[in-house]
């Protein structure tokens, strides 16, 4: 006798939420299913690709544009213009979707929020079917927030004073284990968007506005052209425009960074521009040229600015290829956490804040990041200082610009050394970021800096690389495993000194450090941090 047929979806492993049916209804849940079903086997293929450009990478150390799409880097072509609420991006706040977050970022004066399921958010359960909840109740302006620390209470602005919504659903990468489809896990990437499009495509149209997407660790144009079908199929699938759909795409992969003309050309009749994203991006480079040898070394993250001269050819690039396509170009985070105790510390970090935000509006990007709203007004007037009344200066063409393959990969055009304290640190931010992140928070200040999961990659990634290729830092001492196994149980001590015994029993400190050493000394390198990190969070 043959088993019975899997159920075509079935939501497993949890616990039930407050109004969850709101957002799980078996429309929405119908629309996900068809998604996976259409578009999971090319996400499949497009993930195995990924190894095979890596393993070519290892070979030979080495990137190029490509030459077979060189029609579409020649050809005269335009992105669809932006919509009316995607005109003016000069400042976007970045966060996740928790209640208070969404009334915050929505309230900050930012013109954009990214409101984030993907780095800034750990994938409990709860934060992916709540978050969704959040945004429809925010759409609907029946959400409301009461500390219960402080008892102080949260409340929308009026609509014309709000950010316009670009939602960040899970990278390609990432399962929704939770919610299993013919059998297997569904893909995050699908749950996040096919959740949010569903419910709010046509209520962000009665608003003025639509459904806009930032699309993240993309890979290649051809993972930006599976998007672009799957918003041709949803956008029929509920019978709205073509065209209605708007993605923009975070170039923070190192291979992405040589195809940017051909991401937009996919997404042409969606695309919304680009975004300049830091720390991913290093990590990419880290990821894919590891093993290249000591002229791929980074130094600490921290001395890797976007003046360097690789990350000044990436950044200028982007701009360039924007406008030359139609498409806004948006710059980097500025991730400082003003400190309502140190007043001099805050005056440093504003200037440091303002002088970047300067410089990208400078170099003709239409808009910027911040993690905080006390930066918006700092943000906002470095690009008003530019723009003026103009919403943004697409008309900019940078011409002047002239990037070279190799320019993207000169690693070793930086001065700067791996340091001691640089490890250091790397383990410091490591086991507090990964600590937050298995107790369900993917937004978390350390050390006066907004931190999310880009931040763990590259520590991890930076560790792995100096350990590989035999770093010797200024004081003589080399990186080894040993080394970094020491500084972290260093850490580990201090944590429990300063937390206290039961906050740091209560906490998930040992589990962090013991992951935090697993990604970071295995010989195997795990693609994303967030992998095993997930088996913990679910498992």
Same mark, same amino acid.
């Given at each position: 006798?043959?088993?019975?047929? =899997? ?39 497009? @993930? ?47 966060? =996740?979707?928790?209640?208070?977050? +969404? ?10 929020? @990214? ?15 709540? &978050? ?79 459904? *806009?997407?930032?699309? =993240? ?30 993605? +923009? ?8 960074? *040589? ?72 710059? &980097? ?21 303002? !002088? ?100 763990? $990659? ?39 000194? $300063? ?6 029993? !209560? ?22 941090? +967030? ?9």
């Amino acid at each position: 006798m043959s088993a019975p047929a =899997p159920s075509p979806l079935a939501i497993v492993d949890a616990e039930p939420l407050p109004r969850q049916d709101e957002v799980l209804t078996e429309a929405a849940l119908a629309f996900v299913t068809e998604l996976h079903r259409r578009f999971g086997p090319r996400r499949a293929e497009l @993930l195995a690709r990924r190894s095979e450009r890596r393993a070519e990478i290892a070979r030979t150390s080495h990137l190029d544009f490509l030459p077979d799409t060189a029609q579409v880097r020649e050809g005269e072509w335009k992105v669809a213009p932006a919509p009316a609420a995607l005109l003016d991006r000069r400042v976007e706040i970045t966060g =996740p979707t928790d209640r208070k977050m +969404t009334i915050n970022a929505l309230n900050s004066g930012a013109k954009v929020w @990214l409101a984030d399921f993907e780095d800034a958010s750990a994938p409990t359960w709860e934060n992916v079917v709540l &978050g969704q909840l959040n945004l429809i109740d925010a759409y609907e302006r029946r959400i409301d927030f009461t500390d219960p620390r402080t008892g102080k209470a949260y409340a929308l602005k009026p609509a014309d004073q709000l950010a316009t919504v670009v939602m960040r659903p899970r990278g390609w990468h990432l399962e929704e284990r939770h919610l299993r489809i013919d059998g297997g896990p569904a893909s995050g990437s699908l749950v996040d968007f096919g959740l949010y499009f569903f419910h709010n495509a046509r209520r962000l149209i009665d608003l003025g506005k639509g459904p *806009y997407f930032y699309l =993240p660790k993309t890979e290649s144009h051809l993972e930006a052209r599976l998007w672009n079908d799957i918003f041709v199929f949803a956008q029929d699938y509920v019978g709205i425009p073509q065209g209605t759909v708007r993605a +923009t795409v975070l170039i923070e992969t190192i291979t992405a960074a *040589y195809e940017m003309e051909e991401i937009l050309y996919e997404l042409r009749d969606h695309a919304a521009g680009l975004n300049a994203g830091r720390w991913d991006y290093l990590f990419s480079i880290v990821k894919n040229f590891r093993d290249g040898g000591e002229k791929f070394v980074l130094p600490d993250r921290n001395a890797v600015t976007m003046t360097a001269p690789f990350m000044r050819a990436y950044t200028e690039l982007l701009v360039r290829t924007c406008h030359k396509r139609g498409a806004h170009a948006i710059g &980097g985070m500025a991730a400082f956490i003003p400190s309502r105790k140190d007043a001099e510390a805050n005056k440093v970090a504003f200037e440091k804040v303002k !002088a970047d935000k300067d410089r990208e509006a400078g170099d003709g990007f239409d808009g910027s990041w911040v993690a905080h709203p006390d930066l918006v007004p700092i943000a906002m007037a470095s690009f008003d200082a530019v723009l003026g009344d103009k919403p943004n200066q697409k008309d900019r063409l940078r011409e002047d610009v002239s990037v070279a393959p190799g320019d993207l990969i000169a690693i070793d055009s930086l001065d700067a050394k791996p340091t001691y304290e640089g490890l250091r640190n790397a383990v410091q931010v490591g086991i507090r970021y990964i600590e937050a992140w298995l107790r369900g928070l993917g937004a978390v200040g350390i050390f006066g800096l907004m931190e999310d999961a880009a931040t763990a $990659e590259i520590s991890r990634s930076q560790i792995w690389q100096w350990i590989n290729a035999g770093v010797v830092f200024e004081n003589g001492l080399r990186a080894t495993a040993e080394l970094t196994r020491e500084i972290a149980a260093e850490e580990l001590a201090a944590i429990r000194a $300063e937390v206290g015994e039961e906050a740091f029993a !209560a906490g998930k400190w040992q589990q962090a450090h013991d992951l935090l050493l697993q990604v970071s000394l295995d010989a195997d390198y795990a693609d994303f941090l +967030t992998l095993p990190a997930y088996d913990q969070l679910v498992g």
